[in-house]
């Protein structure tokens, strides 16, 4: 009598709705973990930025979650679970200093790829690259770009620039933008650059949820890389007045304290309105075209 050996086919991990809430408290707890580290670490602008990229997030996610396939491997989840491993690993035993700010910067698209892995596996991570992309563009872009370029000397021209033009006797040696009374140095921290990555992903969330003609996706970037350097150039000059009249208490508010911010609000608000103005002036030339074919 011979034995017949049945072979049993892989069979992929689909993901029931009791699943699906589990990955939904996974990545509110990544979520949570990721902005309480942000917020004791001081980076307030940083609190705030994570919370609007990651409410338009959740507004692509909430939009497509019936159309999405929630159907996963072994593999894929393996990789997943190790993925999440490691972002709470690092968030319990990293301390402060540069190493944890290159991490909270990392952690959200790591904890991205790992939540979208667990749903969906490697074939499902499409479904993904709207989301993935503004998790992208929420920290990289400014760990990536500050480590390649210092824009300080350029931002200390532009800023001496508008000294100048506003009639201040101004000099400029490097990165020091010399006033009669008083001197003030940009710093890279200073230059700029995050305030350009900032708007640059606003840009790529505004591309994203509210999408306009092809031909002026271009114009879009280049008008946040373009505010973000102009007003920080603008908050330089406040910065280098102030400090040479000696007024410590003013120059620490727009340096560090709320005036920083109100500086990052106003890069904001412009940005939108130009957008806004792009939507309205496609709208309408959408309407005139459906007229014309009538």
């Not at 086919?9 to 029931?16: D, E, L």
């Not at 990545?27 to 609190?47: E, M, R, Y």
């Not at 705030?48 to 159907?71: C, I, P, Q, T, Y």
């Not at 190790?82 to 290159?102: F, M, N, P, R, Y």
Request: proline fraction near 3%.
């Amino acid at each position: 009598m011979t034995s017949k050996c049945k072979t049993i086919p892989f069979t992929k991990v689909k993901s029931p709705k009791n699943t699906q809430l589990w990955l939904l408290g996974i990545g509110a707890g990544l979520i949570a973990i990721n902005l309480t580290l942000t917020w004791k670490s001081g980076d307030v602008a940083q609190v705030g930025m994570s919370v609007l990229f990651l409410l338009a997030v959740a507004s692509l996610l909430g939009d497509k979650r019936h159309s999405l396939d929630f159907e996963s491997g072994i593999f894929p989840s393996v990789l997943g679970g190790l993925l999440i491993g490691v972002v709470l690993w690092q968030s319990a035993t990293l301390g402060h200093g540069d190493l944890l700010e290159i991490f909270l910067r990392v952690s959200p698209l790591i904890s991205g790829l790992a939540v979208g892995l667990l749903a969906s596996g490697f074939k499902g991570l499409k479904q993904y690259w709207q989301e993935l992309t503004i998790l992208f563009f929420l920290g990289i872009p400014k760990l990536v770009l500050s480590s390649l370029f210092d824009i300080s000397p350029l931002t200390a021209k532009f800023s001496a620039f508008l000294l100048w033009y506003s009639g201040f006797e101004v000099s400029l040696q490097g990165v020091f933008i010399n006033l009669p009374t008083g001197s003030v140095k940009v710093y890279s921290a200073c230059s700029g650059i995050e305030s350009i990555c900032y708007l640059l992903g606003i840009a790529v969330i505004c591309l994203l949820v509210f999408p306009i003609h092809r031909k002026q996706r271009t114009l879009v970037l280049v008008m946040a890389i373009a505010l973000g350097f102009i007003i920080n150039g603008i908050r330089v000059s406040l910065l280098a007045v102030i400090s040479a009249q000696k007024n410590l208490q003013a120059f620490n508010y727009w340096h560090e304290g709320d005036g920083s911010l109100i500086f990052g609000m106003i890069q904001v608000i412009v940005f939108t309105l130009f957008y806004v103005f792009l939507l309205r002036q496609q709208e309408k030339n959408n309407q005139d075209s459906t007229e014309l074919k009538k």
